[in-house]
């Protein structure tokens, strides 16, 4: 096996489910991402499971740092003192592995992360958009997260799709336990997924997916099972997730019942391919659905696109099984593929907490610029001195620039003074002449009215018999159109019609307006 050192070049990737842990060491080179070793283990005891210390020492005679998010009591702390713990089998997993040599990603299932769809990004990006979606999930939980446990993806029909994290910091607490035998540190992690995502990411990156195809991702797990659905290469919907996993005696039953009521409730005349994941081989699901569907694709996951020449031919045959923890590392490295969703819900103490100095070669060549830096900001400071002077210079030209600003100022408070006088005398004059400014009023009723309101838009609007008005115009969404109806009293929604601009589906509609309605 190569050793590749950089930590942005080798990435283990893991996943917990249940009692059940699966890793997957991931490196690339020269574009070419390669399987190195797949392996899992069994905890003693769910990591959610496990009661917090009461009391806090750190690992080996350390200080704490910012990846301490929970530190374990002095009977937990050294595996030494109890071999078959959790810890002991989390080391097991990573001991062969030089922590300063590689990252570690890890994947989170419900109920750790929950999922809430919000139908437009409100035409914000950034942080404003990450605002927005923490307002509107004040409303449908009474727990607030916080900001770095919220991220957000576009799904197949525009909306978007929002990850929350509730939980899942419990794999960083096991690895602060065992750091005293991994170096004196927890390896560094670039980020936390969902495993739902890591799945969709590996099926976008092996298999050539068209726009209007229908895929359906079966993921069985240890205590869960999945199904997602995907048009195209976009996420579409998520099936609710089922609680139980490949040992349930009846689950081939329940996910096929489960299948084809998701294709009726989303009215998906036909399901273009089914890829299995997880644990599916072990029950032999595959052959279960062909003898129920046989004429539908149906295959275990595969990533062709993968070097797995590494792998025992025993272990290339287990793709599918650890597709989360592979579809997690393989982010991580891959960092500029368009084919993969991007998000990260690790939080920022521990992102913080990674930004760690180190001196190395570089640092000590800072240390002798700084020698000669001195002599430089020597020289630099009697050039400032000269620059201030020519500033002090300039400033007093600014000075003379703002009186006659200020002159200028003055100027603008007697025409706005005029203006005044020419919005009173309007006003008179449409007291005298009633109904004349009804198409201002009109005009001024709409623009307050659709301030919250997008993706409609007006194509006209007229005057008809006994001063009607006519209202024409488009809509994206169909809800958006009796909205725009109610800023008018009495108002009459005449017709809705769906048309085609551009290849996209809108809809026309017509509203009357009553004279009085109108602001007369």
Not at 33 to 62: C, F, H, N, W
Not at 172 to 188: A, D, Q, T
Request: with cysteine; charged share 25%.
């Amino acid at each position: 096996m190569v050793t590749v050192t950089g930590r942005g070049k080798s990435v283990l990737g893991v996943f917990v489910d249940g009692l059940d842990v699966k890793l997957a060491h991931l490196t690339i080179r020269k574009k070419r991402v390669t399987v190195r070793d797949l392996k899992s283990a069994t905890l003693i005891t769910k990591l959610q499971e496990q009661k917090p210390a009461e009391t806090m020492v750190p690992a080996m005679g350390e200080s704490t740092d910012a990846f301490s998010l929970g530190e374990t009591s002095s009977t937990e702390a050294l595996p030494e003192a109890q071999t078959d713990d959790n810890n002991a089998v989390l080391l097991g997993l990573l001991a062969q592995y030089p922590v300063n040599n590689y990252s570690l990603t890890y994947s989170l299932a419900e109920p750790a992360i929950y999922y809430h769809v919000l139908e437009s990004d409100f035409g914000l990006k950034g942080t404003k958009l990450k605002d927005r979606i923490l307002e509107e999930l004040k409303n449908i939980r009474a727990f607030q997260p916080a900001a770095d446990a919220v991220d957000a993806i576009r799904t197949d029909e525009g909306n978007l799709l929002c990850i929350v994290r509730e939980d899942g910091l419990s794999l960083i607490n096991s690895l602060e336990n065992v750091k005293g035998f991994m170096g004196g540190r927890i390896p560094f992690i670039p980020a936390i997924d969902s495993s739902d995502l890591s799945l969709m990411n590996l099926v976008r990156l092996n298999y050539d997916l068209q726009p209007q195809e229908v895929s359906v991702i079966i993921y069985v797990g240890v205590e869960f099972t999945r199904l997602i659905f995907m048009r195209g290469d976009q996420f579409y919907q998520f099936a609710p997730i089922l609680g139980e996993g490949y040992d349930s005696p009846n689950l081939l039953n329940t996910v096929y019942s489960r299948l084809l009521l998701e294709q009726d409730n989303l009215a998906i005349p036909r399901i273009n391919r089914i890829i299995l994941a997880g644990e599916s081989k072990r029950i032999g699901f595959r052959d279960f659905l062909l003898q129920q569907l046989p004429d539908q694709e149906v295959e275990y996951l595969l990533a062709p696109r993968l070097d797995t020449s590494e792998l025992t031919a025993e272990q290339q045959e287990t793709i599918s099984d650890y597709a989360v923890p592979i579809g997690a590392a393989w982010k991580v490295l891959d960092t500029d593929n368009p084919n993969i969703y991007r998000i990260n819900l690790l939080p920022a103490e521990v992102r913080e907490g990674q930004r760690v100095f180190k001196l190395a070669w570089h640092g000590y060549l800072l240390l002798l610029l700084l020698f000669f830096s001195t002599i430089f900001f020597t020289w630099t400071i009697a050039q400032k001195g000269k620059e201030i002077k020519e500033l002090r210079e300039v400033l007093m030209l600014k000075e003379g620039q703002r009186a006659e600003n200020q002159t200028l100022s003055s100027s603008i408070d007697a025409l706005q003074s005029q203006l005044v006088r020419y919005k009173t005398s309007l006003a008179l004059y449409d007291s005298l002449v009633p109904g004349s400014e009804r198409w201002s009023k009109v005009l001024t009723q709409i623009s307050h009215g659709v301030e919250d309101l997008n993706s409609i838009w007006l194509s006209d609007f007229s005057a008809g018999e006994n001063s009607v008005l006519h209202l024409n115009g488009f809509a994206v969404y169909r809800t958006r159109i009796p909205r725009l109806s109610t800023l008018f009293d009495n108002s009459l929604l005449k017709e809705v019609d769906v048309q085609a601009i551009r290849e996209q589906t809108v809809y026309r509609y017509q509203i009357e307006v009553p004279a009085l309605a109108g602001g007369q």
